[in-house]
């Protein structure tokens, strides 16, 4: 089990460090909305419209790509070799191209119904200036699809470079925007910059792409026994996978009717999930994208063993990070906002909103994950039964609780109700998969648990007393800040990294190993 889960960390830590390069530029990205627009109406406008099409993608296409797609390309792929996959992609392809169009022009037409359907507490002038900014960002819905699409085809085939940096040309192509274009061209030039970069993310990959073998041809051959394969599995597993995007959209159309419609606490929820999700999207994604092809495979051959033993594996290396990390962000959401976004227009009053709604986002953080790995292990068994059921019982139980939250508790409600919606998720998912194959969690995997779980405690109680120790003597400006993050990071890590070596968690040997190894 050990060697397994050294392969796991290995292969993990290398997708970790490009996705975490992606992901600190869109992290710089969102501190130049920040600073620009911080939480006005052209950030809000412009957040709520960009989202939009995000939202109707997750929901329709997003499932058929990285859930239905890559498990039949990959059966394709081992029994009728590589040839016939590539026929199934261009077929593929095509369709998803009509149909991304298709929804194009009709979200087009439709976008002010749009606007008014999930955000509904905006007022006059933000709605407007939302539809037209909509109108212009609707065919990211047709490069993301087929972005997504080469992602499937390159994953499948074990590349992973590629499609974990496609995020980071984007990003640096709306960084280059704010920094010599935004004073002239405004929220207008921005969203055509957005534009660019999805374009971007599809054409980067066609030289890998070519590489291996592949060029696309469109296909009108749609009765196809491998799409209709896809489109069985398709429809559970599309429900199942609206949980994030519709749940976000709930949490925000709340969000609308705080602060007298202004739409503030949009903007608020938006800085605050993308922070959380740049965060602990960094491990998570960076584990789902590695496992999911693998674990196709070994579905694919009906290999029960190394499937249990993949996700013992992966589960163990996720909550040896997601979890000190969870406890360490929630001790530092004050001081990670102030370092991250308040600057220019984005004062203390957003600061201190955007903090309260990350401090509640990430109890949620171990649902997030365990819902992204597990169900991705559904998937891989072309089962979406009962990811279809998790996902409409936690979108039902974040609405009950945002209405109940909401007024008591304003957006850190919204933020709350989100992560509990996320575990909920996450334990209908996890339950049935243990009583149907037990070794996924052994023995020792729960004892290294418990001990995650008192080192993080143990953590988070000398971060607290090392935050009010200097921040005492240090202020609450922004150097205070950068005094305050970097010293409790410090020093948690360090009481973390030695507590979880004394207590022997496999893990930590496994990292100790590491590091052993790159010093000789």
């Given at each position: 089990?050990?060697?397994?889960?050294?392969?796991?960390?290995?292969?993990?830590?290398?997708?970790?460090?490009?996705?975490?390069?992606?992901?600190?530029?869109?992290?710089?990205?969102?501190?130049?909305?920040?600073?620009?627009?911080?939480?006005?109406?052209?950030?809000?406008?412009?957040?709520?419209?960009?989202?939009?099409?995000?939202?109707?993608?997750?929901?329709?296409?997003?499932?058929?790509?990285?859930?239905?797609?890559?498990?039949?390309?990959?059966?394709?792929?081992?029994?009728?070799?590589?040839?016939?996959?590539?026929?199934?992609?261009?077929?593929?392809?095509?369709?998803?191209?009509?149909?991304?169009?298709?929804?194009?022009?009709?979200?087009?037409?439709?976008?002010?119904?749009?606007?008014?359907?999930?955000?509904?507490?905006l007022d006059e002038e933000t709605a407007s200036l939302t539809t037209q900014l909509l109108r212009y960002m609707f065919?990211?819905?047709?490069?993301?699809?087929?972005?997504?699409?080469?992602?499937?085809?390159?994953?499948?085939?074990?590349?992973?470079?590629?499609?974990?940096?496609?995020?980071?040309?984007?990003?640096?192509?709306?960084?280059?925007?704010?920094?010599?274009?935004?004073?002239?061209?405004?929220?207008?030039?921005?969203?055509?910059?957005?534009?660019?970069?999805?374009?971007?993310?599809?054409?980067?990959?066609?030289?890998?792409?070519?590489?291996?073998?592949?060029?696309?041809?469109?296909?009108?051959?749609?009765?196809?026994?491998?799409?209709?394969?896809?489109?069985?599995?398709?429809?559970?597993?599309?429900?199942?996978?609206?949980?994030?995007?519709?749940?976000?959209?709930?949490?925000?159309?709340?969000?609308?009717?705080?602060?007298?419609?202004?739409?503030?606490?949009?903007?608020?929820?938006?800085?605050?999930?993308?922070?959380?999700?740049?965060?602990?999207?960094?491990?998570?994604?960076?584990?789902?994208?590695?496992?999911?092809?693998?674990?196709?495979?070994?579905?694919?051959?009906?290999?029960?063993?190394?499937?249990?033993?993949?996700?013992?594996?992966?589960?163990?290396?996720?909550?040896?990070?997601?979890?000190?990390?969870?406890?360490?962000?929630?001790?530092?959401?004050?001081?990670?906002?102030?370092?991250?976004?308040?600057?220019?227009?984005?004062?203390?009053?957003?600061?201190?909103?955007?903090?309260?709604?990350?401090?509640?986002?990430?109890?949620?953080?171990?649902?997030?994950?365990?819902?992204?790995?597990?169900?991705?292990?559904?998937?891989?068994?072309?089962?979406?039964?009962?990811?279809?059921?998790?996902?409409?019982?936690?979108?039902?139980?974040?609405?009950?609780?945002?209405?109940?939250?909401?007024?008591?508790?304003?957006?850190?409600?919204?933020?709350?109700?989100?992560?509990?919606?996320?575990?909920?998720?996450?334990?209908?998912?996890?339950?049935?998969?243990?009583?149907?194959?037990?070794?996924?969690?052994?023995?020792?995997?729960?004892?290294?648990?418990?001990?995650?779980?008192?080192?993080?405690?143990?953590?988070?109680?000398?971060?607290?007393?090392?935050?009010?120790?200097?921040?005492?003597?240090?202020?609450?400006?922004?150097?205070?800040?950068?005094?305050?993050?970097?010293?409790?990071?410090?020093?948690?890590?360090?009481?973390?990294?030695?507590?979880?070596?004394?207590?022997?968690?496999?893990?930590?040997?496994?990292?100790?190993?590491?590091?052993?190894?790159?010093?000789?």
């Amino acid at each position: 089990m050990a060697d397994n889960n050294g392969k796991t960390v290995k292969t993990v830590s290398f997708m970790v460090l490009i996705t975490l390069i992606g992901k600190l530029l869109g992290l710089v990205r969102d501190q130049y909305l920040a600073l620009n627009y911080s939480i006005g109406i052209n950030a809000v406008a412009f957040m709520t419209a960009s989202r939009i099409p995000r939202l109707f993608f997750d929901a329709v296409f997003a499932s058929a790509i990285s859930a239905s797609f890559i498990p039949v390309f990959n059966e394709y792929l081992s029994k009728k070799g590589k040839e016939e996959a590539f026929k199934l992609a261009n077929r593929f392809i095509t369709v998803i191209g009509i149909l991304t169009v298709a929804f194009t022009v009709i979200g087009t037409i439709f976008a002010p119904e749009a606007v008014r359907l999930l955000a509904t507490g905006l007022d006059e002038e933000t709605a407007s200036l939302t539809t037209q900014l909509l109108r212009y960002m609707f065919p990211s819905i047709v490069f993301t699809g087929i972005a997504f699409s080469f992602v499937g085809i390159l994953q499948s085939m074990d590349e992973f470079t590629i499609p974990a940096a496609m995020s980071a040309v984007s990003n640096i192509i709306v960084i280059v925007y704010y920094i010599f274009f935004n004073d002239k061209y405004g929220v207008y030039g921005l969203t055509a910059a957005f534009m660019l970069g999805w374009f971007m993310q599809a054409a980067i990959q066609l030289p890998p792409l070519i590489k291996k073998g592949y060029v696309f041809k469109p296909s009108l051959k749609i009765r196809d026994e491998g799409l209709k394969k896809i489109g069985l599995l398709m429809l559970p597993v599309m429900v199942s996978t609206w949980i994030q995007p519709i749940n976000f959209a709930v949490s925000t159309n709340f969000a609308s009717w705080l602060y007298e419609g202004t739409g503030q606490a949009v903007a608020v929820m938006e800085y605050a999930n993308n922070l959380y999700t740049i965060i602990v999207g960094v491990i998570v994604l960076s584990i789902a994208n590695v496992i999911f092809p693998k674990l196709s495979r070994l579905s694919s051959a009906k290999d029960e063993d190394g499937f249990a033993g993949t996700i013992n594996g992966t589960l163990r290396a996720m909550a040896f990070i997601i979890i000190p990390m969870m406890v360490g962000l929630m001790c530092i959401s004050d001081e990670t906002v102030r370092l991250i976004y308040m600057r220019g227009d984005f004062g203390q009053e957003a600061a201190a909103l955007t903090a309260t709604a990350l401090f509640f986002l990430c109890p949620g953080m171990i649902g997030y994950g365990l819902q992204n790995i597990l169900s991705r292990a559904y998937f891989a068994n072309m089962s979406g039964k009962l990811p279809l059921i998790s996902g409409a019982v936690s979108i039902v139980t974040n609405i009950v609780l945002c209405a109940a939250l909401k007024d008591s508790m304003g957006v850190g409600g919204l933020a709350l109700a989100s992560a509990m919606a996320s575990t909920i998720s996450a334990v209908i998912l996890f339950v049935p998969m243990y009583r149907k194959n037990k070794a996924i969690i052994d023995k020792g995997f729960a004892v290294d648990i418990a001990k995650i779980a008192v080192s993080a405690v143990v953590m988070a109680v000398v971060v607290m007393a090392v935050k009010g120790l200097v921040s005492g003597f240090a202020g609450t400006g922004f150097m205070a800040s950068v005094l305050v993050a970097g010293l409790a990071v410090a020093t948690g890590v360090a009481v973390y990294g030695v507590l979880v070596v004394i207590l022997k968690v496999d893990e930590a040997r496994i990292a100790l190993g590491y590091v052993k190894k790159g010093r000789k």
